[in-house]
């Protein structure tokens, strides 16, 4: 596709339960990136896959949180045992590293709601 | 660690008036410097790159620009219109430019016809 896509758009769950969140890069482009985006918190950074590199971990909020990226493409958020303050709207972005600019261009984004 | 804060957090003008948004960080070993747009329950829409080594970019009726020594970005809007309203952010790139966004929490604008 001609833009980076996520699924799905929202997602409703149980405290709890296990979520998983889909993102599809642009084509071609090796950084993916996974941003949270809490009401009155702004956006904040969760994990950063480049190429074969093991990824950058730094921003997840606890170990109910993981990430992969298979085949240096499509990525998948999980969180494990939801709680209430994970409600969020979760953005994926992706860049090229052949151009000098790594502009990141983003997703739809994913609502989650957790009861 | 970088922190990025933008001023006003929200503002509302006539249709027709030009105005700026403000965005300043406080390390300026800044790669890059983008301005994105996000409109409600959408996601964000890049505006503006604005490269390290770059004063400003242009593209329609924005401005961007970037004093790194400073550490500030204004966002120039030109003969606003409502369909300008929006949330405004800007975010900065560090070091080698693979790495996260670190971003302000935003300005909302809102043009009034």
């Known amino acids: 596709g001609a833009g980076v896509s996520q699924s799905p758009s929202n997602k409703v769950t149980e405290k709890g339960k296990d979520v998983e969140l889909r993102c599809d890069p642009i084509s071609g482009h090796t950084a993916l990136y996974w941003y949270r985006q809490s009401l009155g918190q702004g956006l904040e950074f969760l994990i950063y896959f480049q190429g074969n590199s093991a990824p950058d971990k730094s921003g997840l909020p606890s170990d109910r949180f993981s990430a992969e990226r298979t085949g240096g493409s499509v990525s998948t958020l999980t969180i494990q045992r939801t709680q209430q303050e994970d409600s969020a709207v979760y953005l994926c972005?992706?860049?090229?590293?052949?151009?000098?600019?790594?502009?990141?261009?983003f997703g739809p984004g994913t609502r989650l709601t957790v009861l | 660690k970088q922190e990025v804060t933008q001023i006003p957090a929200a503002l509302s003008v006539p249709e027709g008036e030009n105005l700026v948004l403000n965005c300043s960080f406080t390390?300026?070993?800044?790669?890059?410097l983008q301005w994105f747009r996000q409109d409600p329950g959408k996601g964000l829409t890049s505006l503006l790159l604005i490269q390290s080594s770059q004063r400003e970019q242009t593209s329609g009726r924005l401005n961007a620009s970037l004093d790194k020594s400073s550490g500030r970005s204004t966002l120039y809007i030109a003969a606003s219109q409502p369909g300008d309203s929006a949330t405004y952010l800007c975010a900065t790139v560090a070091g080698s430019g693979n790495t996260p966004l670190v971003f302000g929490k935003g300005t909302r604008l809102s043009v009034i016809a």
């Open positions: 972005a992706s860049s090229s590293t052949a151009t000098v600019y790594n502009e990141q261009f």
């Open positions: 390390d300026s070993a800044i790669y890059n």
